[in-house]
């Protein structure tokens, strides 16, 4: 028969080994959900950055237009539409008209972007707007609700 000292009790210790496991187990657990959350993220800042910068660069490219055409050769060979820009057009005359489709997007880091410039007021006496928007799906999300967007907004006047 085996004695126990004072205070001591049968089974005592692997009940604490067993709630310490527990304890590390819960503390892992929120670790593990932190970093998660942080690299989901870090994702979605680096898409948004680069969706920014294409958004940019469509803008430039009509700013560019404006610059070397003048303002109201720009004015005249846009029409108030919505164009599509897969890559940057090297002049006015080769914006693509039209949404874009599966076949215009803008591959970078594994994750598709879709670059579309709306173009208001080519016609009339006021400014031309053109709104840059990039879309794309953010593969990171286990179950995506949509695309995102990133727009930027252009007012061009006569100066």
Not at 87 to 96: C, H, T, V
Request: overall charge negative; hydrophobic content about 45%.
């Amino acid at each position: 028969m085996i004695k126990y000292s004072a205070g001591q009790q049968p089974g005592q210790t692997i009940i604490e080994v067993i709630i310490a496991t527990g304890v590390v187990v819960l503390v892992m657990t929120a670790i593990m959900a932190g970093l998660t959350l942080s690299l989901k993220n870090t994702a979605q800042a680096k898409y948004k950055a680069l969706a920014s910068k294409l958004a940019q660069e469509g803008i430039e490219a009509f700013r560019r237009e404006r610059d070397l055409l003048g303002f109201e050769s720009f004015r005249a060979g846009l029409a108030s539409q919505t164009y599509c820009l897969p890559s940057i057009p090297s002049q006015l005359s080769q914006f693509g008209a039209g949404t874009c489709g599966d076949a215009d997007g803008i591959t970078m880091t594994g994750v598709t972007f879709f670059r579309q410039a709306e173009v208001v007021g080519a016609t009339d006496n006021d400014p031309v707007v053109v709104e840059v928007s990039v879309t794309w799906l953010d593969p990171t999300a286990a179950n995506p609700t949509g695309f995102h967007e990133s727009i930027v907004t252009q007012e061009f006047q006569g100066w």
